[in-house]
Nanobody
Framework: QVQLVESGGGLVQPGGSLRLSCVGS????????MSWYRQGPGKERELVAN???????SYADQVKGRFTISRDNAKNTVYLQMNSLKPEDTAVYYC???????WGQGTQVTVSS
């Protein structure tokens, strides 16, 4: 059974950092593209970052230069390192395996002083 489990969210002050983790089971995260999405209050879900099977990464303009997506094949885990966080980054963050049409349960990130 394909599953994604996110962790690492929380409350952080503006300018702070968090690292989100997404552990895959039932499939290999390096075998396909993996993505991070987010959905802020009253907003639609939006793509934040993507990592292709080749390892090539891409980012939404709003997070470029601040967020980094990566994966650890040995741990079957995808990460989202978030630096220089802003209040507008507040959202529920979701891991997504598009090839499997699977979503994680989401993890809340709140950026506030």
């Amino acid at each position: 059974q394909v599953q994604l489990v996110e962790s690492g969210g929380g409350l952080v002050q503006p300018g702070g950092s968090l690292r989100l983790s997404c552990v895959g089971s039932g499939f290999t995260v390096s075998g396909d593209a993996m993505s991070w999405y987010r959905q802020g209050p009253g907003k639609e879900r939006e793509l934040v970052a993507n990592i292709r099977q080749s390892g090539t990464t891409s980012y939404a303009d709003q997070v470029k230069g601040r967020f980094t997506i990566s994966r650890d094949n040995a741990k079957n885990t995808v990460y989202l390192q978030m630096n220089s966080l802003k209040p507008e980054d507040t959202a529920v963050y979701y891991c997504h395996a598009p090839g499997w049409r699977k979503w994680g349960q989401g993890t809340q990130v709140t950026v506030s002083s």
